[in-house]
């Protein structure tokens, strides 16, 4: 099938699909008369890359866990992705706590809560030594 038509059936622009070969995802099956050709197999690929996109992977991500046949080193990918994600889930969980509190806050500004300014000096980095 052609870049058209494999772009087509996942509804994909064609420069999707050539940014995706160009880091090295995704590969015509050949090319005829200089325009990409792909195989059945390209469909898989392109759903797999829909996939992981969909997870929350990076290109990069991908390309590392699709360019090994080494099991471990695709868990070793999933591992560091779920230690992210955990990283900014409690970071939307505080974030969403902050704000909930914000809009019961009893003070009439919660910009003058004490609660929600002591989740702001939380946020202020200590100083750095010189």
């Keep these: 099938m052609s870049i058209g038509e494999l772009a087509d059936r996942f509804g994909l622009a064609t420069h999707v ?8 995802l995704l590969t015509p099956a050949h090319r005829t008369s200089g325009r990409r050709r792909y195989g059945g197999d390209a469909l898989a690929r392109v759903a797999l890359i829909q ?14 866990m699709l360019d090994t046949t080494d099991p471990a080193a ?3 990918v999933l591992a560091r992705h779920d230690a992210e ?3 900014r889930i ?3 969980t505080a974030a969403r706590d902050l ?5 019961r806050c ?4 919660f910009i003058e809560c004490p ?4 989740g702001l000096e939380a946020r202020i980095p200590p100083a750095r030594g010189r």
């Design 85 to 87: 994600l955990e990283r």
């Design 74 to 76: 695709r868990k070793a």
């Design 99 to 103: 704000i909930g509190h914000g809009l």
């Design 51 to 64: 996939q992981f996109k969909e997870l929350g992977f990076g290109l990069d991500q991908i390309r590392a």
């Design 115 to 118: 609660t929600f300014l002591a």
């Design 106 to 109: 009893p003070a009439p500004d």
């Design 90 to 92: 409690a970071s939307a």
């Design 17 to 24: 699909l050539r940014h995706w070969e160009a880091v090295g």
